[in-house]
DNA sequence: CCTTGACCTTCCAGTATCTGGAAGCCTTAT
DNA sequence: ATAAGGCTTCCAGATACTGGAAGGTCAAGG
Protein backbone atom coordinates (compact mmCIF):
# COMPACT_ATOMS: atom_id res chain seq x y z
CA UNK A 1 0.00 0.00 0.00
CA UNK A 2 1.41 3.64 -0.47
CA UNK A 3 0.83 6.37 1.67
CA UNK A 4 -2.53 7.77 0.05
CA UNK A 5 -4.47 4.54 0.68
CA UNK A 6 -3.17 3.93 4.14
CA UNK A 7 -3.95 7.81 4.57
CA UNK A 8 -7.45 6.92 3.47
CA UNK A 9 -7.98 3.64 5.18
CA UNK A 10 -6.53 4.79 8.55
CA UNK A 11 -7.97 8.38 8.66
CA UNK A 12 -4.62 10.15 8.83
CA UNK A 13 -3.59 12.86 6.60
CA UNK A 14 -0.38 11.68 4.91
CA UNK A 15 1.58 14.37 6.42
CA UNK A 16 0.88 12.90 9.98
CA UNK A 17 1.72 9.43 8.87
CA UNK A 18 5.45 10.49 7.36
CA UNK A 19 5.28 12.61 10.46
CA UNK A 20 4.63 9.57 12.47
CA UNK A 21 7.98 7.30 10.74
CA UNK A 22 9.91 10.09 11.35
CA UNK A 23 9.73 10.05 15.06
CA UNK A 24 9.74 6.11 15.06
CA UNK A 25 6.21 5.43 15.18
CA UNK A 26 5.76 2.94 12.29
CA UNK A 27 8.35 1.98 9.88
CA UNK A 28 6.99 1.53 6.74
CA UNK A 29 9.41 -0.54 4.12
CA UNK A 30 9.92 1.10 0.84
CA UNK A 31 9.48 0.43 -2.75
CA UNK A 32 12.24 0.02 -5.69
CA UNK A 33 10.85 3.25 -6.89
CA UNK A 34 11.03 5.27 -2.52
CA UNK A 35 8.16 5.06 -2.52
CA UNK A 36 6.65 4.25 1.24
CA UNK A 37 5.45 0.79 0.93
CA UNK A 38 3.00 -0.17 4.42
CA UNK A 39 1.99 -3.18 5.45
CA UNK A 40 -1.76 -4.13 6.99
CA UNK A 41 0.33 -4.23 10.11
CA UNK A 42 1.57 -1.04 9.53
CA UNK A 43 -1.94 0.25 8.67
CA UNK A 44 -3.23 -1.46 11.81
CA UNK A 45 -0.75 0.64 13.84
CA UNK A 46 -1.79 3.56 12.34
CA UNK A 47 -5.26 3.53 13.16
CA UNK A 48 -4.13 2.12 16.75
CA UNK A 49 -2.40 5.28 16.79
CA UNK A 50 -5.11 7.50 15.47
CA UNK A 51 -7.58 6.20 18.26
CA UNK A 52 -5.15 6.60 20.90
CA UNK A 53 -4.88 10.37 20.13
CA UNK A 54 -8.48 11.26 19.74
CA UNK A 55 -8.66 9.92 23.22
CA UNK A 56 -6.29 12.64 24.35
CA UNK A 57 -3.26 10.57 25.02
CA UNK A 58 0.03 12.19 23.58
CA UNK A 59 2.40 11.07 21.23
CA UNK A 60 4.79 9.74 23.88
CA UNK A 61 1.55 7.85 25.90
CA UNK A 62 0.92 6.55 22.32
CA UNK A 63 4.22 5.11 21.83
CA UNK A 64 3.86 3.03 25.00
CA UNK A 65 0.33 2.38 24.84
CA UNK A 66 2.05 0.76 21.10
CA UNK A 67 4.81 -0.95 22.95
CA UNK A 68 2.84 -2.45 25.19
CA UNK A 69 -0.04 -3.53 22.46
CA UNK A 70 2.67 -5.65 20.76
CA UNK A 71 4.41 -6.86 24.08
CA UNK A 72 1.87 -10.13 24.13
CA UNK A 73 3.13 -10.88 27.86
CA UNK A 74 2.64 -6.87 29.02
CA UNK A 75 0.42 -7.03 32.38
CA UNK A 76 -2.72 -4.78 32.13
CA UNK A 77 -1.70 -3.52 35.41
CA UNK A 78 0.62 -1.07 32.97
CA UNK A 79 -2.07 0.16 30.73
CA UNK A 80 -4.55 0.31 33.18
CA UNK A 81 -2.11 2.91 35.10
CA UNK A 82 -1.38 4.68 31.86
CA UNK A 83 -4.60 5.18 31.20
CA UNK A 84 -5.65 6.51 34.63
CA UNK A 85 -3.47 8.89 34.69
CA UNK A 86 -4.35 10.19 31.79
CA UNK A 87 -7.79 10.23 32.95
CA UNK A 88 -6.93 12.29 35.83
CA UNK A 89 -5.23 14.98 33.21
CA UNK A 90 -8.43 15.10 31.32
CA UNK A 91 -10.43 15.53 35.02
CA UNK A 92 -7.68 18.48 35.87
CA UNK A 93 -8.01 19.73 32.66
CA UNK A 94 -12.15 19.85 32.63
CA UNK A 95 -11.88 21.15 36.52
CA UNK A 96 -9.68 24.23 35.40
CA UNK A 97 -11.77 25.13 31.87
CA UNK A 98 -14.83 24.80 34.05
CA UNK A 99 -12.98 27.33 36.69
CA UNK A 100 -12.43 29.68 33.51
CA UNK A 101 -16.33 28.96 32.05
CA UNK A 102 -17.88 30.10 35.57
CA UNK A 103 -15.79 33.12 35.84
CA UNK A 104 -16.16 34.11 32.01
CA UNK A 105 -19.93 33.39 32.09
CA UNK A 106 -20.24 35.83 34.78
CA UNK A 107 -18.81 38.62 32.99
CA UNK A 108 -20.29 38.32 29.99
CA UNK A 109 -23.49 38.43 32.09
CA UNK A 110 -22.48 41.77 33.67
CA UNK A 111 -21.57 43.18 30.04
CA UNK A 112 -24.12 45.15 28.55
CA UNK A 113 -22.78 44.69 24.87
CA UNK A 114 -23.79 47.80 23.87
CA UNK A 115 -22.15 50.92 21.92
CA UNK A 116 -20.88 52.13 25.60
CA UNK A 117 -17.51 51.99 26.91
CA UNK A 118 -18.22 50.71 29.99
CA UNK A 119 -17.39 47.14 30.32
CA UNK A 120 -17.09 45.05 33.19
CA UNK A 121 -15.09 42.21 31.68
CA UNK A 122 -12.57 45.05 31.04
CA UNK A 123 -12.67 46.38 34.84
CA UNK A 124 -12.19 42.29 35.87
CA UNK A 125 -9.13 41.40 33.98
CA UNK A 126 -8.05 45.20 35.07
CA UNK A 127 -8.18 44.69 38.96
CA UNK A 128 -4.73 45.18 40.34
CA UNK A 129 -3.69 42.01 42.23
CA UNK A 130 -6.09 39.40 42.75
CA UNK A 131 -7.14 36.44 40.66
CA UNK A 132 -9.76 37.20 38.17
CA UNK A 133 -13.03 37.41 38.76
CA UNK A 134 -12.57 35.12 41.42
CA UNK A 135 -16.28 35.91 43.17
CA UNK A 136 -18.02 34.49 39.95
CA UNK A 137 -18.80 31.60 41.32
CA UNK A 138 -20.71 33.37 44.84
CA UNK A 139 -22.06 36.08 42.61
CA UNK B 1 11.31 49.30 37.68
CA UNK B 2 13.53 46.30 36.44
CA UNK B 3 12.26 43.57 35.04
CA UNK B 4 12.78 41.44 38.16
CA UNK B 5 10.52 43.69 40.11
CA UNK B 6 8.08 43.53 37.22
CA UNK B 7 7.93 40.29 37.32
CA UNK B 8 7.65 39.29 41.17
CA UNK B 9 4.30 41.98 40.89
CA UNK B 10 2.75 40.36 38.02
CA UNK B 11 3.13 36.83 39.14
CA UNK B 12 4.65 36.42 35.24
CA UNK B 13 8.24 35.14 34.70
CA UNK B 14 10.93 37.29 33.28
CA UNK B 15 11.38 35.24 30.83
CA UNK B 16 7.42 35.61 29.60
CA UNK B 17 7.46 39.39 29.60
CA UNK B 18 10.66 39.59 27.62
CA UNK B 19 8.49 37.40 25.54
CA UNK B 20 5.56 39.57 25.69
CA UNK B 21 7.78 42.58 24.53
CA UNK B 22 9.20 40.37 21.58
CA UNK B 23 6.14 40.11 19.90
CA UNK B 24 4.74 43.99 20.90
CA UNK B 25 2.42 43.48 24.02
CA UNK B 26 4.54 45.56 26.13
CA UNK B 27 7.12 48.18 25.20
CA UNK B 28 9.02 49.28 28.44
CA UNK B 29 11.85 51.74 27.85
CA UNK B 30 15.72 51.38 28.09
CA UNK B 31 17.75 51.99 31.24
CA UNK B 32 21.45 54.05 29.90
CA UNK B 33 23.09 50.79 31.13
CA UNK B 34 20.65 48.56 28.60
CA UNK B 35 18.61 47.17 31.43
CA UNK B 36 14.65 47.11 30.76
CA UNK B 37 12.96 50.28 32.24
CA UNK B 38 9.18 49.47 32.80
CA UNK B 39 6.58 51.86 34.24
CA UNK B 40 3.74 51.79 36.40
CA UNK B 41 1.28 51.36 33.15
CA UNK B 42 3.91 48.75 31.83
CA UNK B 43 3.06 46.85 35.23
CA UNK B 44 -0.57 47.44 34.89
CA UNK B 45 -0.74 46.09 31.51
CA UNK B 46 1.39 42.79 31.93
CA UNK B 47 -0.68 42.04 35.44
CA UNK B 48 -4.44 42.48 32.91
CA UNK B 49 -2.70 40.05 30.15
CA UNK B 50 -1.70 37.37 32.50
CA UNK B 51 -5.37 37.72 34.28
CA UNK B 52 -6.42 37.44 30.51
CA UNK B 53 -4.33 34.63 29.63
CA UNK B 54 -5.72 32.78 33.07
CA UNK B 55 -9.11 32.95 31.34
CA UNK B 56 -7.29 31.11 28.34
CA UNK B 57 -7.86 34.17 25.84
CA UNK B 58 -5.09 33.34 23.22
CA UNK B 59 -2.51 35.91 22.94
CA UNK B 60 -3.65 37.11 19.76
CA UNK B 61 -7.36 38.17 22.14
CA UNK B 62 -5.36 39.20 24.64
CA UNK B 63 -3.66 41.70 22.16
CA UNK B 64 -7.50 42.59 20.97
CA UNK B 65 -8.77 43.18 24.75
CA UNK B 66 -5.91 45.38 25.47
CA UNK B 67 -6.29 47.69 22.60
CA UNK B 68 -9.84 47.94 23.40
CA UNK B 69 -8.98 48.17 26.99
CA UNK B 70 -6.81 51.34 26.31
CA UNK B 71 -9.79 52.57 23.55
CA UNK B 72 -11.42 54.68 25.96
CA UNK B 73 -14.33 54.57 23.19
CA UNK B 74 -14.43 50.98 22.68
CA UNK B 75 -17.91 49.71 22.92
CA UNK B 76 -18.60 47.38 25.38
CA UNK B 77 -20.30 45.17 22.57
CA UNK B 78 -17.23 44.42 21.24
CA UNK B 79 -15.50 43.13 24.22
CA UNK B 80 -18.94 41.44 24.69
CA UNK B 81 -18.59 39.42 21.87
CA UNK B 82 -15.07 38.29 22.47
CA UNK B 83 -15.49 37.04 25.46
CA UNK B 84 -18.55 35.35 24.02
CA UNK B 85 -16.60 33.28 21.54
CA UNK B 86 -13.93 32.29 23.78
CA UNK B 87 -16.45 31.50 26.29
CA UNK B 88 -17.86 28.85 23.49
CA UNK B 89 -14.35 28.36 22.67
CA UNK B 90 -14.43 26.60 26.31
CA UNK B 91 -17.84 24.88 26.19
CA UNK B 92 -16.69 23.35 22.90
CA UNK B 93 -13.41 21.94 24.27
CA UNK B 94 -15.04 20.70 27.67
CA UNK B 95 -17.39 18.36 25.46
CA UNK B 96 -14.58 17.18 23.66
CA UNK B 97 -12.59 16.79 27.31
CA UNK B 98 -15.71 14.72 28.35
CA UNK B 99 -16.64 12.85 25.41
CA UNK B 100 -12.81 11.34 25.77
CA UNK B 101 -13.53 11.11 29.37
CA UNK B 102 -16.25 9.13 29.59
CA UNK B 103 -14.57 6.51 26.86
CA UNK B 104 -11.78 6.47 28.94
CA UNK B 105 -13.05 5.68 31.87
CA UNK B 106 -15.90 2.88 30.88
CA UNK B 107 -12.41 1.36 29.19
CA UNK B 108 -10.48 1.89 32.65
CA UNK B 109 -12.99 0.45 34.65
CA UNK B 110 -13.45 -2.81 32.53
CA UNK B 111 -9.56 -3.31 32.81
CA UNK B 112 -8.92 -5.83 35.67
CA UNK B 113 -5.11 -4.19 35.95
CA UNK B 114 -3.78 -6.89 37.15
CA UNK B 115 -0.38 -9.08 35.98
CA UNK B 116 -1.99 -10.83 33.45
CA UNK B 117 -2.15 -9.41 29.58
CA UNK B 118 -5.63 -9.11 28.59
CA UNK B 119 -6.92 -5.36 28.19
CA UNK B 120 -9.97 -3.95 27.14
CA UNK B 121 -8.39 -0.73 27.01
CA UNK B 122 -5.45 -2.39 24.22
CA UNK B 123 -8.35 -4.30 22.38
CA UNK B 124 -10.77 -1.21 21.96
CA UNK B 125 -7.81 0.68 20.41
CA UNK B 126 -7.08 -1.90 18.28
CA UNK B 127 -10.57 -2.40 17.29
CA UNK B 128 -10.81 -1.99 13.31
CA UNK B 129 -12.82 0.83 11.62
CA UNK B 130 -14.38 2.56 14.27
CA UNK B 131 -14.84 5.55 16.95
CA UNK B 132 -12.62 4.13 19.79
CA UNK B 133 -15.25 2.93 22.53
CA UNK B 134 -18.17 4.74 20.77
CA UNK B 135 -20.83 2.83 22.92
CA UNK B 136 -18.89 3.57 26.31
CA UNK B 137 -22.00 5.92 27.09
CA UNK B 138 -24.30 3.19 26.64
CA UNK B 139 -22.74 0.89 28.29
C1' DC C 1 7.03 9.28 -27.77
C1' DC C 2 5.20 13.11 -25.25
C1' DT C 3 2.27 15.33 -22.24
C1' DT C 4 -0.79 15.81 -18.44
C1' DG C 5 -2.31 15.02 -13.93
C1' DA C 6 -2.20 12.59 -9.86
C1' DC C 7 0.84 10.71 -6.62
C1' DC C 8 4.98 10.40 -4.37
C1' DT C 9 9.59 12.26 -2.34
C1' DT C 10 12.42 15.52 0.79
C1' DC C 11 13.22 19.66 3.19
C1' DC C 12 12.14 24.01 5.31
C1' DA C 13 9.16 27.01 7.76
C1' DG C 14 5.40 28.19 10.58
C1' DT C 15 1.78 27.51 14.18
C1' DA C 16 1.25 28.73 19.85
C1' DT C 17 3.39 29.88 24.03
C1' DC C 18 6.61 29.79 26.31
C1' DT C 19 11.02 27.56 28.75
C1' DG C 20 15.80 26.39 29.40
C1' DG C 21 20.45 27.30 28.72
C1' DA C 22 24.78 29.47 27.18
C1' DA C 23 27.83 33.43 26.97
C1' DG C 24 28.63 37.63 28.61
C1' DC C 25 27.80 42.53 30.70
C1' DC C 26 26.27 45.35 35.01
C1' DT C 27 25.74 46.23 39.91
C1' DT C 28 26.46 45.76 44.68
C1' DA C 29 28.71 44.09 48.60
C1' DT C 30 32.64 42.40 50.83
C1' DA D 1 39.56 42.60 43.44
C1' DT D 2 36.25 39.46 43.40
C1' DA D 3 32.04 37.03 43.90
C1' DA D 4 27.10 36.77 43.75
C1' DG D 5 23.18 37.94 41.58
C1' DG D 6 20.61 40.33 38.04
C1' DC D 7 20.49 41.75 33.52
C1' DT D 8 21.28 41.19 28.25
C1' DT D 9 20.85 38.52 23.68
C1' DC D 10 20.37 34.54 21.01
C1' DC D 11 19.52 29.72 20.03
C1' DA D 12 17.17 25.47 20.82
C1' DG D 13 13.43 22.59 22.41
C1' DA D 14 8.82 21.13 23.59
C1' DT D 15 3.91 19.55 21.15
C1' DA D 16 1.84 17.75 17.10
C1' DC D 17 1.33 18.67 13.27
C1' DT D 18 0.42 21.64 8.65
C1' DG D 19 1.56 24.10 4.48
C1' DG D 20 4.33 24.81 0.64
C1' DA D 21 8.15 24.48 -2.68
C1' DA D 22 10.90 21.80 -5.84
C1' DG D 23 11.16 17.81 -8.07
C1' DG D 24 10.81 12.46 -9.13
C1' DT D 25 7.25 8.62 -10.69
C1' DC D 26 3.46 6.53 -12.87
C1' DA D 27 -0.61 5.58 -15.76
C1' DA D 28 -3.54 7.16 -19.38
C1' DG D 29 -4.45 9.53 -23.69
C1' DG D 30 -3.11 11.39 -28.19
Known sequence: MNIGDVAERSGLPAKTIRFYEDIGLVKPMRAANGYRSF????????????????LGFSIEECRLLLELYEDKGRESAQV????ED????IDDKIAQLRSMRATL??????CAGDDR????ILD????PSQAPGRDAHRA
Not at 80 to 83: D, E, I, P
Request: aromatic letters at 2%; hydrophobic letters at 40%; glycine letters at 2%.
Open 39 to 54: RDSDLHKLAFLGRART
Open 80 to 83: KALA
Open 86 to 89: HLKA
Open 105 to 110: AHLVQC
Open 117 to 120: PDCP
Open 124 to 127: DLAQ
